[in-house]
């Protein structure tokens, strides 16, 4: 019952902050830190790659930037509507409609997976992380960028009032529990005193 | 949707193959029909050439 509440009023929250996303999205994740958490991948043209709740395509351009097979998953078509505009509903990138904790994909569908700002929405994190590396090929990497885990307490109060941050300990303890090897962490700030974002590359143990 | 991607796509509840109707289509693309799980039978819309792959329990 808490599970389907929260997940509804991530849906309605999404809803909502997708008029303003891509305008507020900057200060806390911009191109530069895109392209930095592009660098610590191994994407080679031609690789599948699937982006778990793509929203409106910020992620899903920098992927495209390597190859041109992506694919972008999004339990929201509203708030995927933006990203239809960029790419075209039905043009080079493929989209679906799904949740990042029950993927509609076979195990090692894809080369590489990435999620960017999406996992403070998972209700589950760990069983999310899980789907991602089920979907990854054996040895693939997975990247996923969630919020760091703010310094002051007032701010602390109210990230865990709405959603979920987390730390490299957590992190470490989620990639482990998913059953990941090889995790490392990279924290991206936009500028000294902006929102700082915890990055994190992982990759499935190999069959 | 392609067709193609009938390869990598399943069902998101017990992750078996899915069946696909077609209801419309073009020279490239699924424009609306049905994918069935082979398994459950669960029944997810293509709407507008988009698979909607939520489970039951989020759609809306």
Partial sequence: MGVLENKARARLFYKYLSKVYDRVNPFVWNEEMRAEALSLLDIEPGDRVLDVGCGTGFGTEGLLQYTDDVHGLDQSAHQMEKAFRKFGKRGSVRFYRGDAERLPFKDGSFDLVWSSGSIEYWPNPVAALRELRRVVKPGGQVLVVGPDYPKSTVMQRLADAIMLFYDEAEADRMFAEAGFVEVEHHIQQARPGSPRAITTVARAPEA | ?60
């Fill in chain 2, 1 to 60: 949707m392609k067709e193609s991607l009938m390869d990598i796509i399943c069902c998101p509840m017990d992750k078996h193959d899915l069946e696909l109707e077609v209801d419309d289509r073009n020279d490239e693309e699924v424009l609306a029909g049905t994918l069935v799980c082979t398994e459950c039978g669960e029944r997810y819309p293509i709407e507008d050439g988009i698979p909607n792959l939520l489970p039951p329990d989020m759609r809306d």
